[in-house]
């Protein structure tokens, strides 16, 4: 039995966590619990933190997103591997980076995370008050805010790439957690995807991921209108980034790289 996360929504005995399993993947920090407020209010019927700690135990293999991760996982079992979160380049459309008199910054996601852009907002609307011209296109969250500046889209995966596409600069910011720590910058691996550079918070894999030649990391209110002016004023930095980061993405976090490793692992179990 392969299990990714989690079998159910909810905890089941005798069924999740499952007696036996073979392999067990996951991607963010379900030990500590999501901190999310959806989710804190089923705790405890959901009891992630207990079921994926059952779950790591009892797993001949578990297969970490990111060191991070598999260094928390070892604390219960010593077969652990590292095979990240990986996205498709081939099939993603490649973002155009033009002059234009109005720059696009997207935000992809969902409800559980939005409310990491609130620290930026205040900010983008500073600078657009400023003489900026800069739009925030929010995708699969909705921030609460309506300004003429932010457009929010829901998220479909017919419209996904189409989105990531019409980005000039995708953002991750996150809160510095243990939780956030856990994560495995899939926004960022999206964005490199579509050739879009990124401005992310200097927290767990965004460090690894963003580089000054794929775009820029920001920690504080001061380090994000810095970074924003910076990759909105300059086209082409944005194109020579956005192209590091596809070839980046494609050598290090594609499928392609990756399949052959998780196809080797799962047949050595077999």
């Not at 001061?222 to 590091?244: H, I, P, Q, Y």
Request: glycine letters at 6%.
């Amino acid at each position: 039995m392969l299990v990714h996360r989690l079998v159910l929504l909810a905890s089941l005995r005798g069924v999740d966590p499952p007696a036996r399993i073979d392999a067990y993947d996951f991607d963010d920090d379900l030990l500590v619990g999501s901190p999310a407020d959806a989710n804190q209010s089923f705790q405890w019927l959901k009891r992630e933190a207990q079921r994926a700690s059952a779950s790591i135990r009892r797993a001949r293999v578990v297969i970490a997103a990111n060191p991070f991760l598999a260094a928390r996982a070892r604390h219960l079992n010593r077969a652990v591997e590292v095979i990240p979160s990986c996205v498709d380049p081939a099939t993603q459309a490649l973002h155009q980076h033009r002059d234009h008199e109005q720059v696009t910054i997207g935000w992809i996601g969902s409800h559980t995370t939005v409310d990491y852009l609130r620290p930026v907002l205040p900010v983008i609307a500073r600078l657009n008050s400023g003489g900026r011209s800069i739009k925030l296109v929010v995708v699969g969250g909705d921030t609460g805010v309506r300004e003429p500046w932010l457009e929010h889209r829901r998220w479909t995966l017919a419209t996904q790439e189409d989105d990531l596409a019409s980005f000039d600069i995708g953002i991750m910011p996150v809160p510095d957690t243990n939780w956030a720590r856990g994560k495995s910058g899939y926004k960022i691996l999206q964005y490199f995807a579509a050739g879009v550079p990124a401005i992310a918070s200097p927290v767990g894999l965004n460090v690894e991921l963003v580089s000054d030649d794929r775009g820029l990391l920001a920690e504080t209110e001061a380090d994000w209108k810095r970074a924003l002016l910076e990759m909105t004023t300059d086209t082409e930095r944005r194109r020579v980034n956005g192209a590091a980061a596809r070839s980046f993405v494609e050598r290090e976090y594609s499928y392609q790289r990756w399949a052959p490793e998780l196809a080797s692992l799962l047949r050595n179990l077999a």
